[in-house]
């Protein structure tokens, strides 16, 4: 242990301690592990006494403040009884990996645990220092062009200053020459409070959302009762329930548990799976001097997952003292940019050349005119210097103009305003690049339970025995494939004994209805809870649907009674691989008996007698291949009609562990606990339960929109081929193609090319395990597929990892699943996906609308400025330099806020996902940005200089006229920019973006009342009403005028350019585009982030300021996921590819990582290849 912890208790408020024990001693359990050091504490009793918990009812609930001193002693005798006298296990009140319907959420109330808080803290890390306001606000001045732009200001205002009051001539009239410069000032602290202001909101944006992303409900045991409370109010002393599939959020030692193994890989870096001893069998065994005590691992860390079993265990580590919390703590930084930010700064970096370029041209030629006209003028030094600034203002201001850094703010804003929605949505974002990707997604692969059905399930039919007797409604002679689920639960079958599900109970033998309640109320994880102040079930839809029809038909009272009368000596959890769970309970006469639960050919497959009367006894008979047979078909009967269907079985032992030689059985501290594989044979067949699981309401018509987006939606799915072909069909995923249903074994012995090809026919994939599922997603990928998965179990991990965008189940997932995923779908429902879909679009299409926009202002403003100047005499341009700001201001900020916040509409679903290799900006997109661009132009040059000879308005309102017909065109161009495709209705959704209303008033009256009252500082004056109407109409015409542009053909568009001349350097720049693909994987990933860490160097030289803040991230081989073969990515590439090239390749791009010397050895030796 390290000399530098200190004691807790005396750290918090210097009290005394009411524990025994400290942090300083909890740790050294576990830094590193130590049985002994455990042993050294009292064992599992000495840490329930330190801690004044109890192992069976944990924390009381009424605990406040804490009286009294602990006794000196650990482990005292006085608690020596508690485990025996606190009544049940707590493992007998082990929800089921999944509650189907959730415990209250308990929260914690004012003083609670005051005590247990203030020694050993709250299981929540440090909040991360942000920045204040004034430092964002700094960090936006410190912007390279802003600087010299200010520089200039300020020595354009002393000169201003010097020429009105320090000059000794004065013309008649107010001297006002001092008022540019401090507007320009003006200018420039808007334009840095407006960037600090969208910086702040973001970061409090995003704070909010990994704030909701991080916390999670789990369940512990208070006051002897199982409830469930936020991941946050975990406390030492805690008794939590672990289950298949959690991720352990805090450190503990095992109470109790069956089969409870851990994957630690993420902890302590071994992959091996690690079985886990309860911590009193562990002492006993050291005590007793038990051989390999150093393989004895009663120890719980933070971040391990649970990958089978079921158990309780005693918290003792919290928040940054537990080992996940101190690696959380020394690992935190900031998250790097989404692939489309980097893709959108990368752009912004060539505009930002080509805007330098320009700024630098126009600086040239009017300082050559301005040095050319110097010897014959006759101006005073300081009009001449004030000339000569006004010439580097203008440049400047060119530079500032062209480049976008509004175009990394759309994204963001993009991003914050989707995933804010996207979460009342029922879609939690874990992964912001998974928003982008969604959009352009070509296949769903969808579970069928609890997504595309209600997950509420009825026992609705079934036979007994070999069939002898069948419940639920009887069927018409015709079969079930023409009828309605609900109306022929049952099956015909010659000579069974057809009975009404309610009046089950009365032909039946006690024997036997004894036999099925054991079945079902000892076999299983699910637990009695409390909804509404209604007594239910708690644990997975089958299981309390099995627990309610016993409790209906077989008179089961309470689980907890039920359970007491029998002894639990092992409990096999459900395994996805086995497709059963089971449990042994001891009977009279010391003999014990083995209870199934599972999948109807894997159980079937196993038994060799069945129960031949239920109606008098229990009797066995050898199951024939007749019976076989006709158990087959009524599984088959009942799946047609869309009905799971589960089997019971059972086989008595004479002693346990069995006595044969042959089993293997594990004795490391889990007193005796046989593997299920070597005792599941030569069972004998209880009972066929057939349950409802109703579609989905919306789930039809969802299906059906996907269809619209040409998107492919496939189920995969753990039910039967017929049950699946059936669902499906009722969903919409299918129709009547036979050959679109397949099986996971069937699937997996294809050839890499046959499974290629079924791939994409594929619609329903039955039988399916998670390696199925997982095999599927990377075939498809591997087909240029942007694959969306869902997923809910432990094992589906990897599918949902695979995948271009990973969908968990908020309700019924494991951590696990939720872990490896990239949106939480909270409602389970698959119409959740569909709204991601739309998201995913509608970010993507808000990025393309900010472009469309943007680059047309662009173009046009430093067009104008640059012909206006330099036809100037006195190297003026028609916009002055706070026009040109408070037009960078319409683009960068008011007009990303805008187009930004469009919400998804329906016409989004009526055109196919874009292909990884679409450009950002398309044709389409083109057509519109030179056609607005020429028109724009073209108005304004004709109102500069041919305006005169026709308007004869004087200077100054002419020069005013043309500023405010210009800004006019944005603001009207922005609500045409507001559609991206050939479409017309560019006011679709309109009335749904009330902030894009609100930028629009924003920008109309800000140009009001610059025109009318700021008249001294824009160098305006006020204009007329024909001035006015001239102004609004030119403006409003780009609304006609983009009507004219989308009837123009795209194809006409193309001809017309084609003929344009290809340089040399850009046929080179294809040729190596058009190279064969590649695998952007590794190096190749590496190589196209280099690229774009090029790109953007650039940039920030340039401009620094708000860029500084980005930050580059180069992702591990390990840490990334796998994808499908694309081209190579090259500079230009990265600029013009589409929204989602990488983040549909990248999907899986993890938080920033602070590189060492050696990775950046390795980027710049990669630059230098790249050069060469």
């Known amino acids: 242990m390290s000399s530098k912890r200190k004691n807790v208790g005396e750290m918090k408020e210097g009290g005394r301690s009411p524990f025994a ?54 482990g005292g005798k006085d608690r020596s009884s508690s485990a025996e006298s606190t009544g049940a296990s707590p493992l007998s009140r082990v929800t089921s990996q999944a509650a189907g319907k959730p415990l209250p ?27 204040s306001f004034l430092q964002l606000a700094w960090i936006a001045l410190q912007d390279r062009v802003l600087i010299l732009l200010s520089i200039a200001a300020v020595v354009s205002l002393a000169l201003g200053l010097y020429q009105t009051f320090g000059s000794t001539h004065h013309e008649e009239g107010a001297r006002i020459e001092w008022v540019e410069g401090v507007a320009i000032m003006a200018a420039i602290a808007i334009v840095v409070i407006v960037g600090a202001l969208n910086d702040w909101q973001k970061e409090r944006q995003f704070r909010r959302l990994n704030q909701k992303k991080e916390d999670r409900s789990v369940k512990v045991i208070r006051s002897g009762k199982p409830v469930r409370i936020s991941v946050h109010d975990i406390l030492v002393g805690d008794v939590m329930i672990l289950e298949q599939g959690d991720v352990l959020p805090v450190d503990g030692v095992l ?19 690690v079985k886990k001893t309860p911590a009193d069998t562990v002492s006993q065994l050291v005590k007793g001097g038990g051989s390999n005590i150093a393989k004895l691992d009663p120890f719980l860390l933070s971040g391990a997952k649970v990958l089978d079993g079921v158990g309780t265990f005693l918290v003792t580590a919290v928040g940054p003292h537990s080992l996940n919390g101190r690696t959380m703590m020394s690992l935190r930084d900031d998250p790097g940019l989404t692939p489309l930010q980097a893709k959108l700064n990368v752009l912004a970096g060539y505009i930002g050349k ?10 040239t030629v009017l300082l050559i005119e301005f040095l050319a006209r110097l010897r014959t003028s006759t101006a005073t030094a300081e009009q001449k210097g004030q000339s000569f600034l006004r ?54 692969c969808s579970d069928k339970t609890g997504t595309l059905t ?23 002679p015709s079969g079930g494939d023409d009828a309605a689920p609900h109306e022929t639960p049952a099956t015909e079958s010659h000579g069974a004994e057809h009975v009404p599900t309610l009046n089950l109970s009365t032909p039946l033998s006690s024997e036997f209805r004894e036999l099925v309640k054991q079945s079902i109320a000892i076999n299983t994880t699910a637990f009695e809870g409390e909804e509404k102040g209604k007594a239910t079930f708690i644990g997975t839809k089958t299981e309390t649907a099995l627990l309610d029809w016993a409790r209906s038909s077989f008179g089961l009272e309470s689980l907890s009674i039920e359970r007491a009368n029998h002894n639990l000596i092992q409990l096999f959890p459900f395994n996805s691989k086995q497709k059963c769970m089971g449990a042994v309970i001891k009977l009279p006469g010391n003999r014990f008996r083995l209870l199934i639960k599972g999948a109807p050919e894997v159980v079937l497959a196993q038994c060799s007698a069945s129960i031949s009367d239920p109606a008098h006894h229990i009797s066995q008979e050898p199951v024939s291949e007749g019976h076989r047979k006709d158990i087959a078909a009524r599984v088959s009967k009942y799946a047609k009609l869309s009905l799971r269907t589960l089997a019971l079985a059972y086989r008595d032992f004479d002693a346990w562990p069995p006595s044969s030689t042959s089993l293997k059985i594990r004795t490391e501290g889990d007193q005796n606990e046989v593997s299920l594989t070597d005792v599941f044979n030569d069972m004998t067949w209880i009972a066929l339960v057939a349950i409802q699981d109703p579609v989905r309401r919306g789930v039809p018509a969802a299906v059906a929109t996907c269809g619209r987006a040409s998107v492919t939606v496939k189920m995969v799915t753990g039910d039967n081929v017929e049950t699946a072909r059936a669902i499906a069909r009722e969903c919409g995923i299918i129709a009547d193609e036979e050959g679109a249903v397949m099986e996971g074994t069937e699937f997996r012995r294809l050839s890499e ?11 329903v994939l039955a039988r399916s395990s998670p390696e199925d599922k997982r095999i599927l997603v990377k075939t498809l990928r591997s087909l240029g597929e942007v694959v969306a998965v869902t997923g809910d179990g432990t094992n589906d991990a990897p599918a949902l990892k695979a995948a271009d965008v990973g969908f968990s189940m908020g309700i019924t997932g494991t951590e696990v699943a939720k872990e490896a995923s990239d949106i939480i779908l909270m409602d389970d429902n698959f119409s959740s996906i569909v709204k991601a879909l739309a998201w995913g679009r509608a970010i993507n299409d808000a ?54 916040t469009d919400p998804p509409n329906d016409s989004l679903f009526d055109r196919e996902p874009e292909p990884r290799t679409a450009a950002l900006i398309n044709l389409t997109m083109w057509k519109m940005i030179l056609g607005q661009s020429i028109y724009q132009l073209a108005v304004t040059l004709t109102l500069h200089f041919a305006g005169p000879s026709f308007l004869h308005y004087p200077e100054d309102q002419q020069r005013t006229l043309v500023f405010n017909v210009f800004v006019f065109m944005q603001i009207f161009k922005l609500v045409n920019s507001r559609r991206i495709d050939n479409k017309l209705n560019i006011f679709e959704g309109l009335h749904k973006n009330t902030l894009f209303m609100l930028m629009m008033s924003i920008m109309i009256i800000g140009q009001v009342i610059i025109i009318f009252f700021s008249s001294f500082v824009f160098g305006v004056v006020p204009l007329n009403g024909a001035q006015w109407g001239i102004s609004l109409v030119l403006g409003f015409l780009s609304i006609p005028v983009g009507v004219l542009i989308r009837l123009f053909p795209d194809e006409w568009m193309w001809k017309s350019v084609s003929w344009i001349p290809i340089p040399a350097w850009l046929k080179r720049w294809r040729a190596r585009k058009d190279t064969p693909d590649i695998e952007v994987g590794g190096g190749g990933f590496q190589d196209a982030m280099l690229s774009i860490k090029n790109d953007l160097t650039w940039l920030k030289k340039v401009r620094g300021g708000r860029l500084q803040a980005l930050r580059w991230s180069m992702v591990k081989k390990e840490d990334h996921r796998p994808v499908s073969p694309s081209p190579p990515l090259f500079p230009m590439k990265s600029a013009v590819g589409m929204p989602g090239l990488l983040a549909a390749s990248i999907s899986g791009m993890p938080e920033v990582e602070r590189r060492g010397s050696a990775t950046e050895e390795t980027m710049e030796n990669h630059a230098n290849e790249a050069n060469k």
Request: hydrophobic share 45%.
């Open 454 to 476: 209600e997950n509420v399930m009825t026992v609705v039919g079934g036979a007994l025995g070999t069939g002898g007797v069948e419940f639920g409604e009887k069927a018409t």
């Open 847 to 900: 990025v393309k609308k900010f472009l469309q926009f943007q680059i047309t202002v662009n173009i046009t403003a430093v067009v104008l400025t640059f012909i206006s100047a330099v036809a100037s005499e006195e190297e003026r341009s028609v916009l002055s330099a706070i026009q040109l700001l408070w037009v960078n201001l319409i683009m960068d900020t008011f007009a990303a806020l805008a187009l930004a």
């Open 105 to 131: 959420l308990v929260t914690h109330k004012d003083n609670q645990y005051a005590d247990r808080k203030r020694i050993f803290g709250e299981h929540r890390l440090p909040d991360r220092e942000s920045k």
């Open 21 to 74: 024990l400290s942090t300083d001693q909890l740790a050294t359990l576990l830094d590193p592990k130590s049985v002994h050091a455990l042993e050294a504490l009292g064992g599992l009793q000495g840490l329930e006494h330190g801690l004044r918990t109890d192992r069976r009812a944990g924390l009381s609930t009424d605990e406040t403040t804490l009286d009294g001193e602990p006794s000196p002693g650990l």
């Open 354 to 363: 080509l805007g330098a370029g320009a700024g630098l041209l126009l600086f």
């Open 753 to 763: 090319e046959q499974m290629r090809v079924a791939a994409r026919d594929l619609r």
């Open 391 to 444: 010439i580097l203002i203008t440049s400047i201001t060119i530079i500032v103009v062209a480049v976008p850094e509004g175009l990394p703010l759309a994204v963001t804003l993009s991003l914050a305003f989707a995933t804010k929605k996207m979460t009342r949505e029922n879609n939690l974002v874990r992964h912001l690049q998974s928003c982008e990707t969604m959009g352009n997604a070509t296949v769903i």
């Open 255 to 273: 109470i109790e548990g069956h089969n409870v193994s851990c994957d630690e890989a993420s902890a302590t870096g071994e992959s091996d799976l």
